[in-house]
């Protein structure tokens, strides 16, 4: 196992992002922080938001905007956010992780600066407070010092904009800029957990997983027009962050996670 740790004598570090489809569903959750709990070595997690933040602004009469599917982050949701995904569902996960004996600690990307941010420019539309990460660079030493430490981060989709503002922010692309911020000081393996076995040559079948997937044969399937569109973001991130330094991206099942972390992985495989 050791071996399977450490490659060209760099340890391995597995950067792992759940979407809110997992957060929403209790037993589904509870199952995937069973096997993360397992992930040997070092790890961090990135979650999403899910449809909590929508439920409780129902209950506090704070109405839920969207444009192209993408949150508009006014004033008033941009404090319900940061309650909901910094603080309920953030400390919800690190309380179950302590439970099953993994000592995880629960930020934002504003602790210890880690992930600073700028706020998205009005052209079209007017996404109010929501952050664009810098692609290279995050200022992760603190994040460092944390794993020396054995500690797991787990990561809010929150970031800063050094003006003492909380930036709503994707976390495909947070999970992005961390794998490639630490990919100078080890063996990344970046995998995006969702509620598919992989990418899908045909949205309408499960079992039409592509294993593999280069940027000759991204372009080919963007030409044939064989891809779901809500996937086109994963697959991009996962190139910026295989153009920056990370090795390798995985994006599966979140029931296939143990798996993934093996040499042997299922689900989508993308690498240069």
Known sequence: MQDAQKQAGRERLFVIKIGGNVIDAEQNLAAFLDDFAKVEGKKILIHGGGKIATKIGEQLGIESKYVNGR??????TI??????????????????????GCNAIGLTGADGNMIPATRRPVKD??????????????????????LA????????????DGQGHI??????????????????????????????????EDVNDDNSVITLI??????????EDKLFAGILPKIDNAFAA??????????GDAKDLLQNTQSQTTGTLITN
């Not at 949150?71 to 008033?76: A, E, G, K, Q, V």
């Not at 930036?167 to 063996?187: G, P």
């Not at 280069?214 to 030409?223: F, G, I, N, S, V």
């Open 167 to 200: 930036l709503n922010t994707n976390a495909d692309t947070i999970a992005s800029s961390i794998a490639t911020a630490l990919s100078n000081s080890y063996d990344v393996r970046l995998i995006y957990c969702f509620e598919k076995k992989g990418v899908l």
């Open 79 to 100: 404090d319900l956010v940061t309650m909901v995904y910094g603080g309920l569902v953030n400390k919800k996960v690190v309380a179950q992780l302590q439970s099953r």
């Open 149 to 160: 430490h054995s500690l797991v981060p787990v990561f809010a989709p929150l970031t800063h």
């Open 125 to 146: 539309i007017d996404y109010g407070w929501v952050g664009d990460v810098q692609a290279t660079g995050l200022p992760l030493d603190t994040c460092r010092i944390l």
């Open 214 to 223: 280069t940027k000759d044969k991204y372009r080919a399937l963007l030409a």
């Open 71 to 76: 949150r508009i982050t006014d004033s008033d």
């Open 242 to 251: 295989i153009d920056t330094g990370v090795k390798e991206v995985l994006i």
